[in-house]
């Protein structure tokens, strides 16, 4: 879990990020450290031990990736984080080095197992909605308003994306983005500046903010000047 589609991402988480970014290039096959996918990352367990007990119910995020237990990149540690997609996110067909739980716990969320990003594969999970995929597999996901997506295996979680990762601060951004930081677009979504931006493969999208403050993301083809 892109912010965004990476923040994922970690995916999210992302996610984050995610998901769905800490801003690099995709690593070696084992991938790169999903905390450094994610533009915003927090406990929200209080900092306990992994013995003490925890509720942490559902709330609105302030940051792309919370942990809720455990420690997401220690090797054979369990862990369990929420990652939070903003509208309009794509998730680039990516893979993990570990077996993946996935529980929505809030929005809608659209999920698929194979090689390429195609909508058509996509499958709708709702709140409760479950997916798993097996370590090795190939996956993507699209989020069409919002989500917050509940995830939970063994670490080292890590992220590899299989169309390599791009960013606004990358030194050859603009060889990738039409757009930069900082430019007013305007979109099916609506009108906002662009905060930041993530390619990966033939896909690029934009994170924006709202003039009401609030995020979404928007394709590179369905934005465009004012």
Request: with cysteine; glycine share 14%.
């Amino acid at each position: 879990m892109t912010r965004g589609a990476v923040r994922t991402s970690i995916f999210l988480a992302a996610v984050a990020a995610a998901a769905g970014c800490a801003r690099k290039s995709a690593g070696p096959p084992d991938g790169s450290p999903m905390m450094a996918a994610a533009s915003g990352v927090s406990r929200a367990d209080g900092g306990k031990g992994p013995r003490d007990d925890r509720i942490v119910p559902i709330h609105a995020m302030a940051d792309d990736v919370e942990i809720l237990y455990g420690n997401p990149e220690a090797e054979g540690e369990p862990f369990v984080m929420r990652v939070r997609e903003l509208p309009g996110a794509i998730v680039p067909p990516h893979s993990h080095p570990v077996d993946e739980n996935i529980t929505v716990v809030q929005g809608t969320w659209y999920f698929a197992v194979g090689p390429e990003f195609d909508r058509g594969a996509l499958r709708k999970l709702e709140a409760g909605g479950y997916a798993f995929a097996p370590k090795g597999s190939t996956m993507f996901g699209f989020s069409p308003d919002g989500a917050i997506v509940q995830i939970h295996g063994v670490g080292p979680f890590r992220i590899h994306w299989h169309g390599g990762l791009r960013t606004l601060n990358d030194a050859d951004a603009r060889t990738t983005f039409r757009f930069a930081r900082g430019e007013r677009i305007v979109s099916p979504r609506g009108e906002g500046t662009i905060v930041e931006g993530y390619g990966s493969g033939r896909i690029i999208q934009y994170e924006v903010e709202g003039s009401g403050g609030g995020r979404f993301m928007v394709s590179e083809e369905d934005a465009r000047r004012p």
